[in-house]
Nanobody, 121 residues
Framework: QVHVVESGGGSVQAGGSLELSCAVS????????LGWFRQAPGKEREGFAG????????HVADSVKGRFIMSRDITKNVAYLQMNSLKPEDTAMYYC??????????????WGQGTQVTVSA
């Protein structure tokens, strides 16, 4: 059984930083796709960073490019999201999701429970 667990959310002031972690277990190999998603109240879920199709290629949305840094420790099966220069509009529930079937839609992936990030002005 696959488990995806996020941690590291919290509350910060604008301009501050947070680091999220995503621990993945249960896949038979380390060749799985992993993505970071977020959903703010009243808004659609946004996939903004991750290895969505090619496990060796990272994608980062323009909305966070230059501020968020994604990394991955294959040996520990943990992914990290370093979030810098946070803005109030970054406030959302942040999710990590993974799949060993990268061609599937993310809604079919294995999802964590989410961690809240709140950025105050």
């Amino acid at each position: 059984q696959v488990h995806v667990v996020e941690s590291g959310g919290g509350s910060v002031q604008a301009g501050g930083s947070l680091e999220l972690s995503c621990a993945v277990s249960g896949y038979t190999s380390s060749s799985y796709c992993l993505g970071w998603f977020r959903q703010a109240p009243g808004k659609e879920r946004e996939g903004f960073a991750g290895f969505f199709t090619d496990v060796g290629k990272a994608h980062v949305a323009d909305s966070v490019k230059g501020r968020f840094i994604m990394s991955r420790d294959i040996t520990k099966n943990v992914a990290y999201l370093q979030m810098n220069s946070l803005k109030p509009e970054d406030t959302a529930m942040y999710y990590c999701a993974a799949s060993d079937k990268c061609a599937e839609q993310p809604s079919m992936w294995d999802w964590g429970q989410g961690t809240q990030v709140t950025v105050s002005a």
